[in-house]
């Protein structure tokens, strides 16, 4: 049985839905999808509004999390890669981590058969 892992990918929000439809298209549609704050080198952005100074420290971001097998990760990374890389501050991280266990609590399934879709 092959190594299962989380592919978390941090895009910016109005990627989203083509990044979404894109991994759908590779077959990838399991995945838990949270909107988050946060930043990296580019440390914020300040603006002004109707003449008030403000500075942006935490700049809204979506946090996709794949949980699949090994064998999926360098599709995803590279597809996930052609849809965000726009070569601009911003473009978002990819974090792949190595999961010890999976376990469907509908039917007590665990490893990589509580990732597949059940026969009923």
Do not use: C, W
């Amino acid at each position: 049985m092959s190594k299962i892992i989380k592919i978390e990918i941090i895009a910016r929000p109005k990627n989203y839905e083509e990044l979404i439809e894109a991994l759908n298209d590779i077959g990838i549609t399991g995945m838990t999808v949270t909107q988050v704050m946060g930043r990296g080198n580019q440390k914020g952005f300040s603006h002004s509004y109707r003449g008030i100074h403000y500075v942006t420290k935490l700049i809204p971001k979506v946090k996709i999390e794949i949980i699949v097998g090994k064998e999926f990760k360098d599709l995803i990374v590279n597809k996930s890669k052609e849809v965000l890389k726009t070569g601009s501050p911003g473009d978002g991280k990819i974090f792949i981590y190595d999961i010890a266990d999976v376990i469907r609590i509908r039917d007590d399934q665990e490893g990589r058969y509580a990732l597949m879709n059940p026969s009923t």
